[in-house]
């Protein structure tokens, strides 16, 4: 009879799902590729990892024009963090009421379209609930739907921010870019967004006002054949809009108020412009009716001679 095998010491295995196996294994994948193992995450100092939860609430007051409720629109279609809310009452109380709305809807952020006496659109970005806040005159306004531009980009895709070279000189414009950064630039791995960088918001700073573009990422490729790599030279750019100017005014401590930090010694308020438009045409008439009067009183300090053949041919 054959001797007896000893039994080996039992060993155990520990259960791994198949899910923990290829979230060990596999790399993170990201718009350039896969991600290396090796490398770890951002992490802030406390050791939790920074994510970014921005969210604007987008806004306007009653009584606004149908060309800046367009104009809103447009911004809350290229914005897939936004959050749109109800028409809000500006009084003097708008600030206490923008910054509860903002708390409701989990925001951090708010874009106030205030409109007044149907012509003239300010723009309110602030930093909910502790500030900074800036005030904006927003001009030369031009929709999507009346420019009618052969631009065309994925809604909720995430656009690339690009500023000129004049946000980096004096502190306030610094100020600017960095609130224009937060508010526009969509959240990576937003729910709402596309992993796509198929636009391009452009912010340029002339005659202290600045002016915002929306331009398409064109890529010259039709089918099988796509572009290079680096090939950044064959790249267009097609404007898909909208267009508009903001003319900054104040900057405050706070939000929707508080202390000013900057006040623009150029800016000159459009009731002002009109109310100057207005005395020159007054100026005009007034003008005219001087040199009428000049005229009249010339004719009676100079009267002309009697003429003398006046009555030769008068019948008898």
Not at 44 to 51: A, E, K, L
Not at 121 to 128: E, N, P, S
Not at 277 to 282: D, G, I
Not at 297 to 311: I, R, V
Request: some cysteine.
């Amino acid at each position: 009879m054959g001797k007896k095998r000893k039994h080996a010491e039992v060993v155990a295995v520990p259960i791994v799902k198949k899910d923990e196996i290829d979230s060990l294994e596999r790399p993170q994948r990201t718009l350039f590729g896969w991600k290396d193992k090796n490398v770890e995450p951002e992490k802030q100092t406390d050791g939790t990892i920074f994510r970014n939860k921005e969210k604007v609430l987008v806004t306007c007051s009653r009584r606004i024009n149908f060309r800046y409720r367009h104009l809103m629109l447009n911004l809350v279609s290229l914005l897939p963090h936004c959050k749109k809310d109800n028409k809000v009452e500006s009084k003097t109380t708008k600030g206490a009421t923008l910054n509860e709305l903002v708390e409701l809807k989990s925001c951090s952020s708010c874009l106030f379209f205030e409109c007044r006496k149907h012509k003239d659109l300010y723009l309110w970005m602030a930093k909910c609930p502790n500030g900074p806040s800036i005030k904006f005159l927003v001009d030369a306004v031009h929709t999507m739907e009346e420019l009618k531009l052969t631009g065309n980009h994925l809604n909720g895709s995430r656009p690339l921010l690009t500023f000129s070279t004049n946000f980096d000189g004096n502190p306030h414009w610094k100020l600017i870019k960095e609130m224009i950064t937060q508010i526009f630039g969509t959240p990576k791995d937003h729910r709402k967004s596309k992993p796509f960088h198929d636009h391009v918001f452009v912010f340029s700073i002339a005659d202290d006002h600045i002016w915002f573009r929306n331009y398409q990422i064109s890529c010259p490729h039709t089918g099988v054949d796509k572009i290079d790599r680096g090939g950044l030279d064959k790249l267009t750019l097609i404007e898909v809009g909208p267009r508009f100017c903001l003319n900054p005014i104040k900057i405050f401590g706070g939000s929707f108020g508080g202390p000013t930090l900057y006040e623009n010694p150029y800016y000159v308020a459009p009731n002002q412009v009109r109310a100057l438009e207005k005395r020159q045409k007054a100026g005009k008439y007034a003008k005219k009716v001087k040199a009428k009067t000049r005229r009249k009183m010339h004719e009676l300090s100079n009267p002309l001679e009697p003429d003398e053949f006046a009555d030769m041919w008068k019948e008898e």
